[in-house]
């Protein structure tokens, strides 16, 4: 196999390199940010939830059966309540049925004088 040659630029960065990355340290380490102490931060929401609801298989199924259940009824009453204000008085439990009633005395008095 031949060995490829290196254009001459390239050999002088790689001689230079390791010269260049040790003049650099002294100013890279002013460069970095000082360390700030830790701050003790509140549990965020998610961390606090994990043990109550996921810390287990038992109860993330549960959490999750629980949760699909509750949104279920939440969102069907809504949607029952969206449909019968759109829809007011265009309802069976809307129409006055005290219009539409018939005597049944009438009815019976006919069908007895039609046996006859």
Not at 86 to 115: F, R, T
């Amino acid at each position: 196999l031949k060995k490829r040659s290196s254009p001459p630029e390239t050999m002088a960065f790689r001689a230079l390199n390791p010269i260049m990355r040790q003049a650099a340290r002294p100013a890279m380490a002013s460069a970095r940010p000082a360390i700030r102490p830790t701050v003790a931060r509140p549990m965020s929401g998610l961390k606090a939830l994990y043990p109550m609801f996921m810390d287990s298989n038992m109860k993330y199924l549960t959490f999750v059966f629980a949760g699909a259940i509750a949104v279920e009824f939440v969102y069907g009453n809504v949607a029952n309540m969206m449909w019968e204000n759109a829809n007011a008085g265009k309802l069976v439990k809307d129409v006055d049925w005290s219009k539409w009633a018939e005597d049944d005395e009438e009815e019976e008095e006919e069908e007895e004088d039609d046996d006859e």
